[in-house]
């Protein structure tokens, strides 16, 4: 079988599938049919730089319809995307590529300026060229046939300890998606689905353009920064029927203060962290629907929600989805691995499929309650990370970054509550050969976004004469906390 083939052949060629807006504002929209053939053009072009099944091909391309062909390309001849965030610097990249060796990364042309050395890259322009039909073409790879095991993505999640790991999804996870698609994205045929998340994280390979393809919708896809006014204004003008956004901008869009009703909007759902009573009520009163939170993990894809059809419960990240088990031990989420059609199939840099508690369950490291009727509450984590504005940021990651620059003899890095992005990174730091200043504090905030993606950058910088540790010296995150 392959999944994506059978996908992108299961509705007419003129389906309508994507509506792309450019950086510059221009407009393009595809259907199911040109976009299977477009993709046919870029699996020929993988192939001519030595893609073969079962290799990696990252990418490091923004909200464009080069990154939907790039993913979708790999999945028609069994090559693993890595899809990476566009705010990865080097020093990230050297990480990923040290851990997946790709074969190729498809990216826009000043990005790849950040890629290591002998890494072989194809540009978006490239890209364009090798789908021009004015130009010669490549022969298109052939469809492969894949088993559900095969690796079909991989996706790099932060750590607590040490620098973030690559999650590998198999191919059934495609496919296992129908089920988020349905009860909880809640997208029907004849949708546009706007799924604004930007690439590189897990929930956009599932979400942006594959969960509406699932239920017969198209997928809205936009190359431009966050704007409330502007972010109303797509939503008007393209007749958005269904919207998952990042808790932050949810809130920023209640803080603009330019709430206004969205006629043809019928769902909206978030993920990531709760949005606080008020929040809700003021989209309850502008749009007439509720903001329904989810929840989910790279490892595991998506495993609740307030479900299509039930009750939103604020403050909930919902109930199972259908078909899921899970159980909470010792106030800690644990999902039954076998019962979830969307459970990853390791690390990259394990041997071996991943750990389990008594063999079934899946430890999420995330703290929650349970009501009566299921409804899950998240508590907090049980290890370090910290989440900010939809992004989970191994504390690890800022404290190595801070620890590269002279003035730094020790730094620790914890959460900080912050009203709009729920959490901010907050970093102590012990200094060497400098006195503590504002000036310093600025100048390692610069630091931290010259070396590493800025969205891990401390947006606080606090010194101290020495860090809270253990008697056998390891790091008290807890008491900074």
């Known amino acids: 079988m392959n999944f994506i083939a059978e996908l992108l052949d299961a509705r007419p060629a003129s389906h309508p599938a994507l509506v792309a ?13 040109e976009l299977g ?15 073969r099944r079962g290799d990696v091909v990252m990418t490091l391309v923004g909200n464009r319809v080069e990154w939907v062909l790039a993913l979708l390309a790999c999945w028609r001849m069994g090559a693993a995307a890595l899809p990476c965030n566009t705010q990865l610097r080097r020093r990230d990249l050297e990480h990923r590529v040290a851990e997946s060796n790709p074969v190729l990364c498809v990216g826009e042309e000043d990005l790849l300026s950040e890629m290591p050395s002998g890494t072989e890259c194809m540009t978006t322009a490239e890209v364009a060229d090798a789908l021009d039909e004015d130009r010669p073409q490549q022969t298109p790879a052939d469809v492969a046939d894949l ?7 991989v996706v790099f999640t932060s750590g607590t300890t040490g620098e973030p790991r690559g999650a590998v999804q198999p191919v059934s996870y495609l496919g296992g998606q129908r089920a988020q698609a349905e ?18 994280w897990s929930k956009s390979a599932r979400n942006v353009f594959l969960a509406p393809w699932l239920m017969g919708a198209a997928a809205l896809i936009c190359d431009q920064r966050f704007d409330p006014d502007g972010r109303l204004e797509v939503c008007e003008r393209e007749e958005v029927g269904v919207l998952c956004q990042a808790p932050t901008e949810y809130r920023m869009l209640a803080a603009g203060g330019a709430l206004r009703p969205l006629p043809r909007l019928r769902r909206a759902v978030s993920a990531g962290e709760a949005l606080g009573a008020d929040v809700l009520a003021e989209f309850r009163a502008a749009w007439g629907v509720e903001v329904a939170d989810g929840y989910g993990q790279t490892e595991t894809g998506h495993i609740s929600g307030n479900l299509v059809g039930r009750e939103v419960r604020p403050g909930s990240m919902g109930q199972a989805l259908p078909g899921i088990e899970v159980r909470v031990a010792g106030g800690e989420l644990q ?10 199939s390791g690390y990259l840099d394990a041997e071996g499929p991943p750990d389990l508690v008594d063999g079934e369950w899946w430890a999420t ?25 939809g992004y989970r940021i191994g504390p690890a990651e800022v404290e190595s970054a801070l620890l590269e620059h002279p003035a730094v003899a020790e730094a620790a890095a914890v959460p900080a509550p912050d009203p709009e992005r729920g959490s901010v990174v907050r970093a102590v730091v012990v200094v060497r050969d400098r006195e503590p200043s504002d000036e310093l504090a600025r100048e390692l905030q610069e630091h931290v976004k010259s070396v590493t993606a800025p969205y891990k950058f401390p947006r606080i910088v606090e010194f101290a004469d020495e860090l809270p540790r253990t008697a056998s010296g390891k790091l008290r995150r807890a008491a900074l906390r």
């Open 37 to 51: 053939a477009r993709a046919g053009g870029v699996s020929g072009a993988f192939a001519a730089r030595g893609v």
């Open 21 to 33: 807006i450019s950086r510059d504002g221009e407009r393009r929209l595809w259907h199911l049919g």
């Open 147 to 153: 088993d559900p095991g095969d690796p079909a993505l």
């Open 365 to 389: 490291g995330d703290l929650v309650s349970q009501d009566g009727d299921g409804y899950l509450f998240h508590e907090g984590r049980a290890d370090d990370i910290i989440s900010s504005a």
């Open 183 to 200: 009860h909880w994205l809640g997208a029907r045929e004849g949708d546009l689905v706007w799924v604004t998340t930007a690439t590189g």
């Open 335 to 344: 999902v039954r691995a076998a019962s979830c059609p969307t459970f990853f």
